[in-house]
Every structure is written in C-alpha cells, then in structure tokens.
C-alpha cells in the first residue's frame, strides 16, 4: 500500500520526528498569576556568593547513581547551577544546553534538536546522548527523542543543577549515552517550602505561567509538584524569531516528586499541540505530541558498607498528526504513532575496601507497544507495529592505586530482541598532579541501538547496534575561586544504522576549553571548541560548526538584589537542511534581574539577540519562497517575567 506523502516544497519539509502524546486542555492562568500576586516570603539560601569550589564539590550522580564528587569524574563535565539558569533568564532545556560547552542546538520548524562533538541534528534526533532526570531516563522509545524546546518534558525553573559528562558514558548508563550523558538533578521540596507562582509574556505571542508547591514535613517525607503551561506561534524556541506562517501552540508540562525514607516515587510529563495554516498552498497542519514518565523507587545503605538501588518505571509516548492539503491530491492524511515501556532495574555499590570501591547493576526493560499507522486521503493506510525486550548487565570497579593516582575500569553487555549480546567496556587513569591539578585520561566503547523508527515499528529489524570508540585526555585546574580545563578527543562511529551503501563510518576529533571564573558576586564563563567531523569519503558531517564559543558574564549591580547577566554564543559555518550553507553567527542575550522588585516579587527581563543577528537556521525548509522575508529572519525577541513565592 502506498505511504501517506508529506507535503513538497514550498512547505519544504520532511518530517523529522513524529514524537508522542495526546493535547491536554490549557488550563487557566488566573489562578497562577493570583498565586504570583500572594505575599512573598523568604527565600531560597543565596549561593551565588560561595566559592567556586564549593559549588563544584556537589555531588554528581556516578556510575551506581551513588553520590559522587565531581572532583572525582574521570570525564571533563560541565555543570549549570540554579543560580546561573535564573541568571540568564534560561526558560526551556533547549536554552539550558545551549549554554554549555561543545552542545549545539539546531531546529526545524516544529522540534529542537541536540547534537555533541560534531554529531546530532535534525534527522539524527538526540538519540546519541542520554538525559537523565533524578537518573531517570528522560528519552521517548518511539524515536529515541528527548524533549528539549517548548514540549519539554521539564521546566528548567525546577532544576537544583545540570551536568554533562561527554564520552563513552554506556560502560554503566546503556544505549542512547553514546555521545555522552546529560544528568539533571532537580530541586526538593525543602526549597521551595511553600506555594511557588510565576509568569512571563514576550515576543510571539509567548505566554508562559508555572505554579510549584514543596514541603519537607517533620517525619521524613518530602514533596514537591509543579505544572507550567506556555502558549506561541508554534515556533519550537525562540531562537528562530517569527515564522512566516500562522499559528499557535500550546503546551503543558508537569511534575512530581515524593520521598519517605527510602522510597522515593517520580512522575513527568508534557503535552503539546500545534496548528499551522500555509496560506501559499492553501495547507493547514496539525500535531500533538508528549510522553509521560512514573518511577518508583528504593535506595537504602547498609551497615555492612553496601548500597542498593531497585526501581521500576513505566513510560508512554503518543504522536498524532493530520494534514489537509486539499488542492495537492492524496497529499492528505494522518499519522498516529503510540509506544508503552517498562523497566526493572537494581544496582549494588559496595565501599568497605580501603581505596577500591565496586558497582553492579542488572536492568529488564520490555516495550510492549510500539505502533505506527498512516492513511491518506483515499482511505489507504500502512499500520506496523512491534515488541521488543533487552536484558543489561553492567560493573564497574575503581582502585586507588596510590595517593595521587586512581583506575576504573567498567563493562557493560546489553541484550535486545534481534540483537546479540554486545559489550561496551570503558577505562579511566586519574592523577593529582597537585591538589589542585588533575590530568584524566579514558577510553571507551558505547553501543547504540536503532529506535522505534528506524526499525520501520517492526518492518525492518536491526540486527546490530552502532558502536563507537571514545578517547579523551582531559586536565583540569581548581584553585579558590578559579577553574581552568581543556580536554582532547577522538571519537570514531562505525556500524552504522541504515548508512549510506559508501558511507561506513564517521569520525569526530576536536579540541575543548572551559574557564570559571568568581570573584566579588562577578561570575564569568567562557568555552571554545574547535571540532571536525566527516565520513569515510572525507565528506563533512550536517549540523557541525567548526568552531563553537560561548560567554556567559554575570555582575551584580550594587548589590545582589539587582544582577545583570550577558551570554554571547559563537557559532561557526556549518552544512544544514537540504544541503544549505548556514553561515557563521554570532547571538548576544542581555538579562535583568531584580529579586523582589515588584510589590515583593522577582522581575526579570530578557533581551535576546540583541544585535538581531540573521537567524538563517530554516533556511533549507523554504523551496523558491515568494518572500524574501521567509529567509535570514532577524531573530531579536524579549520578554518579562514575574515570580513570588509564600507559605
């Protein structure tokens, strides 16, 4: 039967993700923004006048998911604070990542996409590097996607901390870390001990308003429960300024969080709906999208120097979309597409030797549902749809080989329906130089399995996994208030998932720096990447600048109670979508903060693109347009927000 066609130039696009989830009804705003108006109380403990050193020493969830110093990660990681995303005004995941080095962010018209060290983009999905929420993974099992511009799973008001660890990180966290590993650790109840409201207006129509409760009660429960909604013209972030045609978006997003002792349950999720109408054709589109995520867990330390882990999670994803196209024959339809999964996991770490430290894991994941169906306009449709179950097993092992000197080796084999078994070792050599002085230096192996739709939802099974090979040298310098690191890297991808019939291989190599940078509430960070990516043929890889820089700057104005933060971000030329030359940009971002500004509560004011720099991203997803207008877009855009907070 035939495929349902998606509409030609000039719309110019082909779908690039048909991630997951029913509309859910736009709540209301006027209860959020009365709670906004409520009188405010005290606020969180102010870190932004700790030392950076103090601020690096928290913990990192390690390979067990066990607390762990990042002084002690053998990889160069990178990490955002809650101070520095409310510094800088960062209002999506997209906005967070994008501050941080080496990641770049591209976009088509509907979804924000990932890519790191030279590889990702539109078409390749977020599927090479993993986020974990709380070490939950947060990627959907239709398209192996995350979720990242305004149907983020997350508000990035909620997030205590963000790191990213690149490398071979699927020696212990598995597929999708192939690339590297996103951990977001989120706040708790005790911080927001209370009723916490906020809401924001901006350019393009955008609406956002958020509403948060937490509280730690005095018998060792704690909770905490938000849900943020947002509104636009249907662009997926703000980064791609107007779109040339009509639309609006909503979107919802929410969040829970419980603990008792040491049982601890999470929920996540979002919903969003887009409609567009294409006056040129006539055409209009609609699509609804999102994904829900429940974890229930336990995590208890033994006397005898064991700690345990078990958890079982449930997902699901739902992708609708429809097109009416009425004056280009069977260029009309539908598409749903829906996935459920689960998983079993339980991890060991045992700490009683003197300087060895052991971690074990064991993980069942079963995916029962996983449809796909189309059908046009003459009542024709293709309806596929697949099972599949994996079976993980993992160790690591770290030795304290001298003082100043530390080894880990770790090995994880994983097991999927029509894969073989497949191992993924990874080693890491640490030494202190000087107490402040550090060199890492590691390799690694990662496997990465084809998703939902790359295997056709069961039409065209895969029968192995890609597999890269990861070296690093990384050395890092921590004195006071003072962090200097600069880490070189070659990675080298073969295996690959429905390549090109000449194309076998990819390879990356490139060279990272990263500065911080404290003194008198002054916080500056700077990074610069120079990078190349190509395949076997010497051909240049899409969606991969050379060169990457970014500076973000942060002065308090007299005093902490007003603080103004720049963020400049540098990207070099790069090949984009339909084979369009992306020429060389340059973004500035101004923020204005002010903490209890207005009537008691938080002004801030946001100024994007300040020098309203070409923005020519979509170019290639415009064919011959008959408005100039809908190329090179100046991309300037603002807003205003307020937040408060009682008990």
């Known amino acids: 039967m035939s495929r349902l066609v998606m509409p030609p130039p000039p719309l110019g696009r082909r779908r690039q993700g048909l991630r997951a989830l029913r509309w859910s009804t736009l709540l209301t705003l006027a209860a959020l923004t009365g709670a906004a108006h409520a009188q405010a109380a005290t606020v969180s403990p102010d870190l932004t006048q700790l030392p950076l050193e103090q601020l690096l020493d928290t913990e990192v969830v390690g390979a067990a998911r066990f607390a762990r110093q990042i002084t002690d990660a053998a990889s160069a990681v990178s990490v955002l604070t809650a101070q520095d995303i409310q510094a800088l005004g960062l209002r999506t995941l997209g906005e967070v990542l994008d501050q941080m080095r080496g990641l770049h962010l591209t976009t088509d018209l509907d979804y924000v996409y990932l890519g790191a060290r030279g590889i990702g983009g539109p078409g390749a999905y977020a599927g090479r590097v993993l986020m974990l929420v709380d070490g939950i993974a947060a990627v959907d099992n239709l398209f192996d996607q995350v979720f990242l511009g305004q149907d983020g799973l997350l508000d990035p008001a909620l997030i205590e901390r963000i790191e990213y660890a690149p490398g071979a990180g699927s020696a212990m966290y598995g597929n999708n870390a192939f690339l590297g590993v996103i951990n977001i650790v989120t706040r708790r109840g005790r911080d927001i001990d209370g009723v916490e409201a906020a809401v924001a207006a901006g350019s393009n129509q955008d609406r956002q308003a958020r509403l948060s409760a937490g509280r730690r009660l005095a018998d060792s429960r ?35 969080k419980g603990q008792w002792d040491d049982v601890d349950l999470q929920a996540l999720g979002s919903r969003r709906s887009v409609q567009r109408h294409y006056p040129w054709d006539p055409a209009d589109d609609r699509h609804t999208d999102g994904g829900d ?102 160790a690591e092992d770290e030795w304290r080989l001298a003082p100043d000197w530390r080894l880990t080796l770790g090995l994880r084999g994983d097991r999927r329906s029509h894969v073989d078994w497949t191992a993924s070792p990874h080693a890491a050599l640490v030494w202190w130089a000087t107490p402040d002085w550090q060199l890492k230096a590691s390799v690694g192996r990662a496997t990465r399995f084809a998703s939902a739709a790359e295997e056709g939802f069961g039409g ?188």
């Open 460 to 647: 065209a099974p895969q029968t192995h996994g890609e597999r890269a090979l990861h070296r690093e040298l990384a050395t890092e310098y921590r004195h006071d208030d003072l962090r200097l690191l600069a880490s070189v890297y070659q990675s080298r991808v073969r295996q690959l998932i429905w390549p090109d019939p000449q194309i076998d291989q990819l390879s990356s190599h490139g060279l990272e720096l990263e500065g911080e940078w404290q003194w008198q509430g002054l916080r500056l960070r700077a990074s610069q990447v120079v990078q190349h990516s190509d395949n076997n043929l010497g051909e240049g890889l899409a969606y991969a600048p050379r060169h990457i820089g970014k500076l973000q700057l942060s002065v308090p104005l007299g005093s902490e109670r007003w603080r103004l933060s720049s963020a400049v971000r540098h990207t070099g030329a790069y090949l984009g979508a339909a084979g369009t030359r992306v020429p060389t940009n340059t973004r500035i971002d101004l923020t204005l903060l002010g903490l209890k500004a207005v009537a008691g509560l938080d002004l801030t004011l946001g100024w994007r693109n300040v020098g309203n720099s070409p923005d020519h991203t979509l170019d290639g997803y415009y064919s011959t347009p008959p408005d100039p207008a809908r190329r090179a877009r100046c991309a300037r855009y603002a807003w205003v927000g307020l937040q408060g907070s009682f008990r």
């Open 293 to 394: 995520v429940l974890a229930l867990g336990h995590q208890h330390a033994w006397d005898n120097g064991w700690q345990t882990l078990l958890r079982a999670q449930w997902g699901a994803q739902k992708y609708d979309y429809t097109l009416n196209w009425p004056g280009a024959g069977d260029h009309e339809g539908s598409i749903r597409a829906n996935g459920h999964w689960w998983s079993l996991e339980g991890q060991a770490g045992y700490a009683g030797w003197t300087d060895h430290r052991l971690a074990l894991g064991l993980r069942l994941r079963a995916d029962p549902v996983l449809r796909y169906r189309e059908q046009d306009n003459q009542g024709l449709f293709t309806q596929d749809g697949m099972q599949r179950k994996s079976v993980s097993v993992s």
């Open 222 to 256: 704690e909770w905490l429960a938000s849900v943020t909604l947002r509104r636009n013209d249907s662009v997926p972030t703000s980064e791609v300024g107007h779109l040339p045609m009509p639309g609006q978006a909503n979107a919802l997003s929410y969040f829970f």
